[in-house]
């Protein structure tokens, strides 16, 4: 089975402006989080999806959303992109809930100017 | 609040010699543990589960629900090994909470 892909890799964007992240899930997996990773924070969890609804989410602000298409796709996205946005975003998949074994994709780096 | 701590941010032994990587939890319902592993260049991924009572690649790693500690233990260290490793727990609910992690540098 092909694995978690994520798009884009890399990103460069300008404070104010806003960001559409990507992310295909393994064939069959139904359950998406998605991570943010920091040199300073470590990995923190932004939210989970599952059929389509947010199940889960973590302390981030309101510029931070996503959402899950019916064939488990996922976008997260952020609005008025701030220096501290800077990170490796993460996506994982699972079969049906983030307590399982969760398959991590490669990450899209974002860095805001 | 729920909390996974890894004391120590980098780890470094020589091969042949055991070694332990500290994870504490504080967490007041029955949690599930993870390790995950991110060799260089690869993606994270999961090393072992607490209710899956399995060893892989010669890691263990025991609940101690006393000490609310999930230490992750290989007798033998091997220069594969080296490696950021990361304590995880879930909470009810779901929601996924990571330690800063640990690098181990296995020296040959």
């Known amino acids: 089975k092909a694995g978690v892909t994520q798009t884009p890799r890399y990103l460069i964007k300008t404070r104010g402006q806003q960001v559409t992240l990507s992310c295909s899930p393994i064939?069959?997996?139904?359950?998406v989080s998605w991570y943010q990773q920091t040199p300073g924070q470590g990995l923190q969890f932004l939210f989970e999806y599952f059929s389509e609804t947010q199940r889960n989410k973590g302390n981030f602000p309101g510029r931070f959303s996503g959402r899950q298409f019916s064939n488990s796709r996922s976008e997260m996205n952020v609005s008025t992109l701030e220096l501290g946005d800077s990170a490796l975003y993460l996506c994982?998949?699972?079969?049906?809930?983030?307590?399982?074994?969760?398959?991590f994709g490669p990450g899209t780096r974002l860095l805001v100017l | 609040a729920q909390r996974v701590t890894q004391p120590e941010k980098l780890l470094s032994v020589f091969k042949g010699a055991p070694v332990e990587l500290k994870c504490n939890y504080s967490?007041?319902?029955?949690?599930?543990l993870f390790w995950y592993v991110q060799y260089s260049r690869q993606r994270l991924q999961l090393l072992l589960r607490h209710i899956s009572r399995e060893s892989i690649k010669g890691f263990t790693a025991d609940l101690n629900k006393g000490e609310t500690s999930f230490h992750l233990k290989k007798p033998f260290a091997q220069e594969e090994d080296s490696a950021m490793y990361y304590c995880a727990l879930v909470r009810q609910g779901g929601k996924l909470i990571f330690g800063q992690g640990t690098e181990l540098s296995v020296k040959p």
């Open positions: 064939s069959g997996h139904r359950s």
């Open positions: 967490y007041s319902g029955s949690p599930e």
């Open positions: 994982a998949s699972s079969l049906v809930a983030s307590k399982e074994t969760q398959y």
